[in-house]
């Protein structure tokens, strides 16, 4: 059984088109988060999520929102996608936002735009 | 903010050792863990220390020393497998992890 899994794992659209990332975990775990994994593989995070509820937000350009049904589920959407904005997108999850707690990642989403 | 630095590259042969360096800069230090990626893989986590000194697991081993702001991720008989990227992160606070740029690591036969 797949912990933290995203989709769809590869995206190609055109600009000003709006995307979203769905990603669910089977964890149990009450955090989740984006990262973003740009072209020289630096990993940043965007978001963070605990029980559902935002407690980061880092500078994002408010095109991306994140949404969060329930605490399994944690959603990327991106409206008027520009060429700057493809990457890697890792939804990812873990018990408690406390420090040194594991991060699971799912295995990405490779977003291009053209 | 949080700055990490590691090495960019690190070559070696199949059976060596090698050591992962990693300094960092940050306010409200909790602890530092490193991850592994291979190319079109997700991150997966190795390793977390908190406190001083080096933490075994298996083949690989992670050192900190908070007074230098510094770490390092020791791998040993290493397997052509183990060619990835390695990540060190640092916790500052509540849900924050801050990654390094990443080694990425060749092993040659």
């Known amino acids: 059984d797949t912990a933290v899994s995203q989709t769809p794992k590869y995206l190609v659209t055109q600009m000003g088109n709006d995307k979203s990332i769905k990603c669910e975990q089977n964890l149990g775990h009450d955090t989740m988060y984006w990262y973003k994994q740009d072209s020289k593989k630096f990993l940043k995070i965007m978001f963070s999520?605990?029980?559902?509820?935002?407690?980061i937000n880092e500078t994002v350009p408010n095109r991306f929102s994140p949404k969060s049904p329930d605490k399994a589920h944690l959603n990327l959407h991106i409206n008027s996608l520009e060429l700057g904005d493809s990457a890697v997108y890792f939804c990812?999850?873990?018990?408690?936002?406390?420090?040194?707690?594991?991060?699971?990642f799912g295995e990405g989403s490779w977003l291009t735009v053209v | 903010g949080q700055s990490l630095e590691q090495p960019s590259e690190v070559t070696a042969v199949e059976g060596a050792i090698v050591q992962i360096n990693c300094t960092y800069q940050t306010s409200g230090f909790y602890g530092l863990s490193w991850y592994q990626q291979h190319d079109g893989g997700a991150p997966t986590f190795l390793s977390y220390?908190?406190?001083?000194g080096l933490e075994e697991t298996g083949r690989f081993s992670s050192f900190l020393s908070r007074s230098d702001s510094y770490g390092y991720l020791l791998l040993q008989e290493l397997q052509m497998k183990d060619s990835a990227s390695y990540f060190c992160a640092v916790s500052s606070g509540y849900s924050t992890l801050t990654f390094g740029k990443g080694t990425m690591l060749l092993v040659s036969p």
């Open positions: 990812a999850s873990s018990q408690g936002a406390r420090e040194g707690n594991t991060i699971y």
């Open positions: 220390n908190a406190l001083d």
């Open positions: 999520y605990n029980n559902k509820e935002l407690i």
